[in-house]
């Protein structure tokens, strides 16, 4: 029986391996469909339609990986009002936990979860236990 579990779990990766290629292709041609779609004037976003609900969960590739454009939009992490007021508040208070910062902030502090470890990427702050500090 496990020869015929081995064999078939290597004919599984062959088709994989074939398959790949196809794969790639048709991301690329959705990709350009899409930007294709942008052009007429209206944004890309509302000129397209929805596709994330039918990809089962695939994520496409940045940008930026994938050889095309300049990488992420917008405005950079960390950047914003609220990591600025997170970070003078660390600075302020060394060791503040995330519901006191979300309480003294006045925000929810789920938002906190995602700002104060981008932070600490960029080696603004650090984390000790549940406390957050100024980088030294």
Known sequence: MTDFLKQT???IEKRLREL???VEEYRQ???AAAALKGVDGRPAAAA????ASRGGGRRRRSSASSG???GRRGRPRGSGKRAQQAL??????PGIT???????????????????PGLEQEGKVSKKDKGWYPAS
């Open 9 to 11: 779990l290597k004919d």
């Open 20 to 22: 790949e290629p196809a």
């Open 29 to 31: 041609l959705q990709e």
């Open 48 to 51: 397209a339609p929805a596709t």
């Open 68 to 70: 095309g454009g300049s």
């Open 88 to 93: 003078d508040l660390v600075k302020g208070q």
């Open 98 to 116: 995330i519901p006191e910062l979300a309480k003294a902030m006045k925000i929810q502090p789920n938002y906190l979860y995602r700002v104060l």
